[in-house]
């Protein structure tokens, strides 16, 4: 297979020399000084809106092997949908100011969120996932990312490389409650002294949800149960989950699993579904609009084989493999 060549444009901008009295010159010191003091106290986010130098490959069997079906973009800024773009409360929480104007922002590593039931910062420090996921506030919980009767999906990925697999089931308001159940395997998900071989040697978990309490056998947790309780299961031994959620009307839930390598990690997923999810949708972050795209992948997902396949690699990486440069972009 021929492999595609993919580049983002860009340029240089020339040097220039000029010349300066010492006055100019004391000026700046102080200046930069200035400048250095504020960024050793400051949190630290890189520029929003540029394009993200990871890709996701997503994958399902056809005819007994996985075949790569569509590219998508992690999540690496607060899309506009999230309180942290619009919200001046959760602006002030994660340090970013104050106004009601529409922004993007890097997500950080990690940081408070705005309690809107409580009104006030949480107390307790959140991961670049959890912040994205965002249970804590009432008004816009999951980041406005949900939708009604489908199970929604996206990488995040912070601003120090780690990334995060985010669950949305449903949608806050909706008519009907739901059930559903996901299984979901990787080798990243083991602790790296059970398995040396994943990529990064960090030990990831079940950030989200806490409640009830999670149990390390699997098998415990039968997806396509009739239960109207949650059941959580994250085995850190051989790289496991079996996440199954039962909710009333406008009280939808998901989950946050990580932290993950950046790129080299790769999770398979796959859905039983109840009633009140018809769908299943996999997003891919547009840093031009500051919108979260989907793809529709429902009938892999909930297939007999092992569902959908979610690899994060270097868009270079990525994009060696693909005939076509539109093929590249997801």
């Known amino acids: ?31 930069a000084a200035l400048v250095v003091l504020l960024t050793a106290t400051t949190p630290q986010f890189a520029a929003a809106g540029a394009v993200s130098d990871t890709c996701v490959g997503v994958s399902w069997e056809t005819n007994g092997s996985h075949q790569l079906r569509a590219t998508v973009r992690p999540v690496e800024e607060f899309p506009k949908s999230h309180p942290a773009s619009f919200d001046p409360a959760t602006k002030m929480c994660l340090g970013l100011g104050a106004s009601a104007e529409s922004e993007l922002f890097q997500i950080p590593t990690s940081g408070a969120t705005h309690d809107a039931g409580l009104g006030e910062c949480t107390s307790s420090t959140k991961t670049g996932g959890e912040l994205v996921f965002n249970p804590d506030s009432t008004q816009t919980s999951f980041g406005g ?17 780690l990334t995060y697999l985010t669950i949305v089931n449903g949608a806050r308001g909706a008519a009907s409650g739901g059930r559903v159940g996901i299984a979901i395997a990787g080798r990243d998900m083991a602790n790296f002294a059970s398995r040396p071989n994943n990529a990064g040697g960090i030990t990831s978990g079940l950030l989200h949800p806490s409640s009830p309490a999670v149990t390390t056998v699997v098998g415990s947790c039968s997806l396509n149960s009739v ?56 997003g891919s972050y547009d840093n031009v609009t500051g919108t979260v795209k989907w793809t529709d992948v429902t009938t892999a997902a909930v297939s007999e084989g092992s569902g959908v396949r979610l690899c994060t690699k270097s868009c270079a990486d990525h994009c060696a493999g693909r005939t076509t440069c539109g093929a590249c972009g997801g």
């Open 145 to 161: 990312l949900g939708k009604a009767r489908t199970s929604r999906v996206v990488i995040v990925r912070d601003s120090g490389g």
């Open 227 to 282: 239960s109207t309780e949650d059941c959580f299961a994250y085995d850190a031994t051989n790289g496991q989950a079996a996440l199954r959620w039962a909710w009333a009307a406008k009280a939808p839930e998901g989950a946050v699993l990580g932290p993950f390598p950046g790129t080299g990690a790769c999770l398979s997923m796959r859905w039983e579904l109840g009633y009140g999810i018809d769908q299943v949708e996999i």
């Open 1 to 31: 297979m021929a492999s595609a060549t993919c580049r983002n444009g860009g340029g240089s901008r020339p040097g220039r020399t000029v010349r300066t009295s010492s006055r100019w010159r004391f000026t700046s010191l102080v200046t």
